[in-house]
T-cell receptor
Framework: TQLLEQSPQFLSIQEGENLTVYCNSSSVFSSLQWYRQEPGEGPVLLVTVVTGGEVKKLKRLTFQFGDARKDSSLHITAAQPGDTGLYLC??????????FGTGTRLKVLA | SAVISQKPSRDICQRGTSLTIQCQVDSQVTMMFWYRQQPGQSLTLIATANQGSEATYESGFVIDKFPISRPNLTFSTLTVSNMSPEDSSIYLCSGTTSSSYEQYFGPGTRLTVT
């Protein structure tokens, strides 16, 4: 069974701080996605990483895919209250379905 | 990208009844999925909706309880049958495009069973 473990589960920080969320698995994925979800809405795709070692930046967010394509990280620089939400990683496997991580709930205090 | 809508957005249903949730995509998508989510928690895949054939269900989910239809490339329905309070959850549909397999979600249907 493929599992994606995210850490930390919960994170409450002050505006302006930096943070990193980790997404780890023992399985290899052909690609990995990160989503942010706000209450009452569906998850919104932030980024897709495909190549081992790949790094992508989206404004203050930096995403990295592990060399072996088993893990990923999301780093947020100078967090803002608008970054508050549930962050989910999802691995895309060869069976054409997505395995979602356990989720990280982030709260950024003004 | 794809824009996905769901109906209803929320409902309160009585135990033993059934509810059908509709999912409409504004463009053709390759694959469609149905998920369940408890508020603040991760997503659990219920099934992959296959166009013109029976859905593929994940372990723990069965067709009699969650019948799914997908008559074309832009529409799918999920029925939650013979509901119990344990079925109270958020139900989400999603679709992927063929070019990148990026997944787009509807806003979800919040179901409460009393």
């Amino acid at each position: 069974t493929q599992l994606l473990e995210q850490s930390p589960q919960f994170l409450s920080i002050q505006e302006g701080e930096n943070l990193t969320v980790y997404c780890n698995s023992s399985s290899v994925f052909s690609s990995l996605q990160w989503y942010r979800q706000e209450p009452g809405e569906g998850p919104v795709l932030l980024v897709t990483v495909v190549t081992g070692g790949e790094v992508k930046k989206l404004k203050r967010l930096t995403f990295q895919f592990g060399d072996a394509r088993k893990d990923s990280s999301l780093h947020i620089t100078a967090a803002q209250p608008g970054d508050t939400g549930l962050y989910l990683c999802a691995g895309f496997s060869g069976t054409y379905k997505y395995i979602f991580g356990t989720g990280t709930r982030l709260k950024v205090l003004a | 990208s794809a824009v996905i809508s769901q109906k209803p957005s929320r409902d309160i249903c009585q135990r033993g009844t059934s509810l059908t949730i509709q999912c409409q995509v504004d463009s053709q998508v390759t694959m469609m999925f149905w998920y369940r989510q408890q508020p603040g928690q991760s997503l659990t895949l219920i099934a992959t909706a296959n166009q013109g054939s029976e859905a593929t269900y994940e372990s723990g989910f069965v067709i009699d309880k969650f019948p799914i239809s997908r008559p074309n490339l832009t529409f799918s329905t999920l029925t939650v049958s013979n509901m119990s309070p344990e079925d109270s959850s958020i139900y989400l549909c999603s679709g992927t495009t063929s070019s990148s397999y990026e997944q787009y979600f509807g806003p979800g249907t919040r179901l409460t069973v009393t």
